[in-house]
């Protein structure tokens, strides 16, 4: 196929119109947080874990294409990433590793800087690309870059749902609000799902939750919802040093519990209306212009 944009190469040039017959939409939840080393990888690690045990056919997508971790903290050596794919050396679908318990992952690339400079055409086209992918799936759990890039927004413009996974720390939430207020202002999200991570107790997470919102709701147009709280737990440190999913190899533990509630509570999200299926990202919102999208100052 004839690729429209000179960055991006054979295997991410096709848009969603050649799209065979869907089996159904596929639930896009973007994983992001702002500040880094808050625990998203582990969110997103766990949370795809946590519903592919729930019968969910799940694919878990590493988009922080610099710095990648998914593939690291389940203990797996792909054969080719998405690097491989914007090299032209092997399609979309090739990097597609199928994990034992059914977890279906799309590794990215660690080290290659090159990939952290994609044009924002590279970006959207790699999302069409997965707009296309012919996989028999429910839900894709994309795990982001840290910090408010171009690849992050766009990711999170595009999914139906984004969780920022913020934890006590005055860097974790002053970041965690600038996320919030580029993609509400910047890109139309207009519902964020926030998470607290590594809390003491219930109490905390809320305190969190609710800091967040106060200032969201003076400066923002964009709702906040509270999905809950994950514990520290000693049990997850020692689930990423075993390369194990803490919800797989510890599943009494408190994280666990509280991922799989999670989980759960993701399924009764809204499900996406499309009925054209695959991957549904919200395409348009990539293509509207930025202008029409009440873009603020
Ligand atoms: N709930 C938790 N309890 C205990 N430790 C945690 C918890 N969540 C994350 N961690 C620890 O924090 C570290 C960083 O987590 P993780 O790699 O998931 O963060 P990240 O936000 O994805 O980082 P990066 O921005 O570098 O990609 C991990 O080593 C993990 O062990």
Known sequence: MQSPDPHLPH????GPEGADAPAGPVRVIA????????????????LATALVNAGQRTLLLDTDLGLANVDVMLGLTPTFTLADVFADRCELRDTVI???NGLMIVPAASGKR???ELQPSQHVGLVHAFSELDLDLDVMVVDNAAGIADGVL??????????VVV?????SVTD????IKVLSRERGVSRVQVLANQVQDHREGKQLFEKLERVSARFLDVTLNYLGAIPRDEWLRRAVQRQEAVVDVFPSAPSSVAFRDIARRSRQWQSPSGARGHVEFFLERLV?????RGAAA
């Open 11 to 14: 295997a991410l040039s096709s």
């Open 31 to 46: 994983v992001a947080s702002g500040k880094g080393g808050v625990g998203k990888t582990s969110v997103s690690v766990n």
């Open 98 to 100: 199928e994990c034992p």
């Open 114 to 116: 090159h990939m952290t």
């Open 154 to 163: 766009t990711f999170c413009q595009a999914a139906q749902d984004v969780i």
């Open 167 to 171: 934890c006590d720390e005055p860097a």
């Open 176 to 179: 965690a609000y600038a996320l």
């Open 288 to 292: 509207a212009p930025a202008a029409t």
